[in-house]
């Protein structure tokens, strides 16, 4: 009886609300999970082209980075006004906001990461027979995958914060939780969803982390820069 009291007196840490809500905590905690998993993702296959695009010179650049600056500073509830009369009230109206949002961390750190990769490899490539395609693929892609996925951790930490404000047409994961909540000023249930929130955007940059620690191995142990460590430079490098 003691246990089911914390409810009854509204208390902050109450674990009789977490199991009683327990089926409600998981499907609120999937829907977020998807939500910023397909944001990410999708987020990450726009920023690369953009990327490329703007590499190519001030005359792209300028336009590719102002957009997606642009796109960051719109307050979540405009960006979902304005993109509501093509989405309606779904899921993809949410998504589709977060990937904009996501736009300016990666497509930024995609330009740093390429043009991080040294002149001379790309030229020891061009010398063994690389053309851009393979060069992009092979090369720079691979020496600019540190950098790309600090962005790609970055966005995802950001993401899962971001999510919640999808409450407000229904698609928010656990801030669909916390919203009615708040409002009503159910502590257990503000809390509990609150850590989730948290616990998921640790356990995403630690997952994140190993990803990158496994696709760079080069950049593990001396803590050189990637660049002169092992791997596809150092290739690159032997084969010339």
């Not at 590499?55 to 980075?65: H, I, T």
Request: charged share 10%; aromatic share 6%; with cysteine.
């Amino acid at each position: 009886m003691a246990e089911r009291n914390c409810l009854v007196a509204n208390d902050w840490i109450c674990w009789d609300y977490v199991t009683s809500r327990a089926p409600e905590l998981t499907d609120a905690t999937l829907e977020h999970v998807w939500i910023t998993a397909a944001s990410v993702l999708i987020g990450l296959v726009v920023a690369v082209p953009l990327a490329l695009l703007a590499r190519r010179g001030r005359r792209w650049a300028a336009p590719v980075l102002g957009l997606t600056t642009l796109l960051y500073t719109i307050p979540s509830l405009a960006m979902f006004s304005l993109l509501l009369p093509f989405f309606g009230l779904s899921a993809a109206l949410v998504v589709t906001g977060l990937v904009l949002y996501s736009l300016t961390i990666l497509v930024r750190n995609a330009i740093a990461g390429l043009e991080a990769v040294p002149e001379e490899v790309r030229e020891a490539a061009r010398g063994m027979g690389y053309g851009p395609t393979r060069l992009l693929w092979q090369v720079e892609l691979p020496l600019a995958l540190p950098t790309l996925l600090a962005g790609v951790r970055i966005a995802t930490v950001s993401t899962v914060a971001l999510t919640t404000v999808g409450s407000i047409v229904g698609k928010g994961g656990l801030g669909n939780l916390i919203a009615p909540a708040v409002n009503s000023s159910f502590k257990a249930q503000v809390l509990t969803a609150s850590v989730l929130c948290v616990l998921l955007a640790l356990v995403a940059d630690l997952l994140l982390l190993g990803v990158q620690r496994l696709l760079t191995p080069w950049t593990r142990g001396a803590g050189r820069p990637a660049r002169t460590a092992g791997g596809p430079a150092a290739t690159v490098a032997k084969g010339a």
